[in-house]
């Protein structure tokens, strides 16, 4: 029994904003008591409205109340902090200031598990019990928890907004409907979601299928930046080997030339260092027969004179200075000059190899270059090469038009067929249909027509419905269209019609190179005679398309090999 009383106590001194003890507890008029930091930030959003209210009892006030602090709750609080209670833990089933309270709780406010967009109101699981259980409530519309129910209330009429007015673009009231929107093109917000909820879905599979588009063009790319990388790392380790095998035979020839030289270099300074040695003792002899001839012509006997004379003045065989022969600084020059040569030459050689693998490094084609356009096809053969299979999506097929022949040929008929109700079908007076391949990169197909046809490429999310300036092929900036006039075709884009004048065929050939942003229309022949050639950028995948004017009229995808 005393911990129920603790419990109690705890629940009763929380604020129920932020589940905690009170704070600087102050009481607002209707009695409910909370943090004065809570309740303030809690007023403060409504201070647009300039009416406030209880979070718990929702009683509003006007002006805002004077808050004051609570002293006899701020003193009991602090007493149950001295005993060492603490806050109640937060209970689950209880709304915190992240979830939405529901609206029919008194004191302590439960989660809400629905909202109630009739009622413009949210429920716990308690208080919705009577939403399942009586048959009052048996057509109203819930959803999981919301906070923005008030968006659904119109501001003038206080009433559900249950319509919308295509007109203005805005949701509105029945009594807007027949008020300030008198006249407007008005439907039923449901209608409204419905059709915008097909569009949601055109937009989602356009989305998903540029996902796709990109998630193969990065896995392209991979692909690209792993071949790039592993030729330019066999590129280097080869131009490194061959460098390093250049250098060394030009350290070996240096070696060489070197070697060469200081071997020459020895022989001629041995040869030279042989001679001056012979003329310096040729020159020591000389001065010592000099010097005694001198002393001999100072003798004043003759007889001595005369004795010694005849040996001292015998001198040994000379070196004649016509052997050797000087060449001041040219004794190398020769090598000097063939050396210069060489390098001359090696240079000539090294820029000329330079400048052609310059050249070529600028000429290697990356992904991410500028892509070089491939030629365009000239004969049929030619355009065969690219041949894709069309079959017509029965879902988008107009429900007056026949499909047969493997979905590939389609018949305007004078009665309705009995397809099913699908979102992509073109309805009203758009008789046409779709293919259901998706076209990209390179593609061309033949079609055999009969009566009103008109050939077109289309953008998946053209619109299903309405005037033609929506939906019909050629009346917008979605759709591409071939038709036959009497005095020849007539090519429309965004309703623009240029003429074209020739012979009519049977069957007219379509090509499309969507990277490049080409689409052509031929006269079939084995010359292949260009009709209308358009050049735009393609935002997203095309699909072929067919559309008639006339019952009888017919078209067919022809496979061509």
Known sequence: M????????????????????????????????????????????????????????????????????????AALVEELKKTGLQAAPADPCYAGPEDVACDFCTGRKRKACKSCLQCLASYCDKHLQPHYESSTFKKHALVGPSKTLQENLCSRHDEVMKMFCRTDQQSICYLCSVDQHKGHDTVSAAAE?????????????????????????????????????????????????????????????????????????????SGVKELQEKLEQEITELKRKDAELHKLSHTQDHVHFLHHYPSLSALS?????????????????????????????????????????????????????????????????????????ITLDPNTAHTRLLLSEGDRKATLMDQPQSYPEHPDRFTEYAYQVLSR????????????????????????????????????????????????SKK????????????????????????????????????????MTVLHRVQTTFTQPLHAGLRFGYSGASAEFIKVK
């Open 488 to 527: 020849g075709y007539n090519i429309r884009f965004n309703r623009f019609i240029p003429r074209v004048s020739g012979p009519q065929s049977s069957r007219v050939g379509v090509y499309l190179d969507h990277g490049a942003g080409i689409l052509s229309f031929y006269r079939v022949s084995e010359t």
């Open 2 to 73: 005393a911990q129920k009383e603790v419990q109690l106590d705890r629940e009763t001194f929380s604020c129920s904003i932020c589940l905690d003890l009170l704070k600087d507890p102050v009481t607002v008029p209707c009695g409910h008591s909370y943090c004065m930091s809570c309740i303030k930030t809690h007023w403060d959003k409504e201070d647009e409205k300039r009416v406030y209210s209880c979070p718990q009892c929702r009683k509003s006030f006007t002006p805002r109340p004077v808050l004051g602090i609570h002293t006899v709750l």
């Open 193 to 269: 979601r419905t059709e915008r909820q097909r569009e949601l879905e055109g937009s989602r599979a356009n989305i998903q299928q540029r996902i796709q588009d990109r998630e193969k063009d990065v896995e392209l790319l991979q692909q690209e930046l792993e071949a790039i990388n592993g030729s330019a790392d066999k590129a280097v380790e080869h131009s490194e080997k061959m460098f390093t095998e250049l250098i060394r035979l030009m350290e070996k020839r240096r070696s060489d030339v070197k070697q060469q030289l200081r071997s020459q270099q020895q022989t001629e300074v």
């Open 317 to 389: 065989p000379s070196t004649h200075s016509s052997s050797i022969k000087t060449r001041p600084l040219t004794y190398f020059e020769d090598v000097t000059k063939a050396v210069s040569q060489v390098r001359e030459k090696l240079q000539d050689v090294l820029t000329e190899g330079w400048t052609n693998i310059s050249h070529t490094l600028t000429e290697v084609d990356v992904l991410l270059s500028q892509p070089r356009p491939e030629p365009a096809p000239e004969t049929r053969a030619d355009f065969l090469k690219y041949s894709c299979d």
């Open 437 to 484: 391949e998706s076209l990209t990169g390179r593609c061309y197909w033949e079609v055999e027509w009969k009566g009103e046809v008109f050939v077109a490429v289309s953008y998946k999310n053209i619109s299903r419905a309405g005037w033609p300036g929506e939906s019909d092929f050629g009346y917008n900036d979605k759709s591409w269209v071939l038709d036959r």
